[in-house]
């Protein structure tokens, strides 16, 4: 891995000096911005935003949920929640969230002056506002917002009312703003790298971004033509997934989930990253297998590509087919499983400590390979056939993308936090907001493992009693879980605004290695305008 | 203000990367259309 190095080599200097060395005033700086910064900094915000109308629907599911019988929504709209929750959280949080991260990490990782593409930077931002201002709208529409599942089944998604091309058109804008997020991240680090940083030199986050932007770029553009086919079926009179006009639904399942399944990968390869740069540095050793983390992680993003069917096994297929996709998604277990040894190994022997950003690479470790370990059951042909469309599905992937996505959001966050700001925040009140995420998540996810079992089915607004009490107990842990993250944005607030000041290693007493640690806290804001040299 | 690139073959490089990548989204978005119009019936 790269050794900064504070030298700063003047003769590789490909970028001209400005006058113009702070931020613009007034809401200009935000509206125009082109600084990597600044839109990092906006994405968070907005990811975080959009955390918190989706969770608000979830709440609005697990109140619901909280007894059997319907009391406090009509079905209609508990199936609205469970749509638009799914896709404002994919969309708007998890996905917004990385590349604010990649905008604010990768230029100062690689040694960059700023991104490769600033202005189509603010275009890929400022479009997810309007995105996502349309389909929370359509809530407001007659028929109200789509409610088939994000995953836009025909034949149901086309009985969506006045909301179907709303959606259509806001997932074209998500998907372009990826596309266009992940061109820049990936022309960024093929040649905004600072002299002497190889490849294999890179910082891990990079590493997993790059391979994150790469699958991007494939899989968005497949549910953009996924979903022009459901518009063009639904008003130009088109039958790509219509059996009436010799068209098939489920051809629509299988290219969708060949964007989906990807897109699982792309939610958690930056989360890889992240935990990669975290676990070393609290951990005071190196990370253990290097260039067999970044092998593993093209490993797992290669076999994405090749496993989607088993999101469908019970749509019926040939029984070879069935024997390739459950095996090849097996096999995805295998690089995930040198992570999570290399993971263990760093800390082996090492001398640990627990701050924030520790502890939820910690947690992210354990309960992100519950959710690992939930899937390969999932994987099983005939165990599938039991647990498909059940609560045991639901627990499995929020396993991944709650402990696991988000977690290692927080994780960078917490970071950093001081790094962009400063400031460090209050390390108590981090720990306590851990201890409450950790055990809330799992108050709110684990029974869900126990009622998928007993065979609850998923998006449904009642229940046989028989499913009561876990029930109960899971939206106990969805309150507990929500009104913890109030503290999270606590922390946060006070920590952009004032507190004592950080290093520029930040973690002084921990091992933090790269490039970002030999700036300023904060740094400035145009950074390596002069590329640094990498030894 | 964006930072201005000045390096000719970094531009060219940039325009290169951004070319392929463009192209690659474009053959992902055109190839499964036209692979769902050849299986219509």
Known sequence: MAHAHAHHDHSGAAHDHHDDHGPAKGIGRWLFATNHKDIGTMYMLFSLLMFFIGGTMALVVRAELFKPGLQLVDPMFFNQMTTMHALVMIFGAVMPAFVGLANWMIPLQVGAPDMALPRMNNFSFWILPFAFTMLIGSLFVPGGAPAGGWTMYPPLSQQTGDAFPMLIFAVHLMGASSIMGAINVIVTIMNMRAPGMSLLKMPIFVWTWLITAYLLIAVMPVLAGAVTMLLTDHYFGTTFFEAAGGGDPVMFQHIFWFFGHPEVYIMILPAFGIVSEIIPTFSRKPLFGYDAMVYATASIAFLSFIVWAHHMFTVGMPLAGQMFFMLATMLIAVPTGVKVFNWTATMFKGSLSFEPPMLFAISFLFLFTIGGFSGLMLAIVPADFQYHDTYFVVAHFHYVLVPGAVFSIMAAVYYWLPKWTGHLYNMKLGKTHFWLSTIFVNVLFFPQHFLGLAGMPRRIPDYSTQFADWNMVSSIGAFGFGLSQLLFVYIIVSCIRGGEKASDKVWDSGRPHGLEWTLSSPPPYHSFETAPEVK | ?41
């Open chain 2, 1 to 41: 203000m964006a930072t201005e690139i000045r390096d000719p073959e970094r531009k060219r490089g940039i325009t290169r990367t951004v070319i392929w990548c463009v192209l690659l989204a474009a053959t992902f978005y055109f190839g499964f259309i036209a692979m769902a119009v050849m299986r219509s019936h």
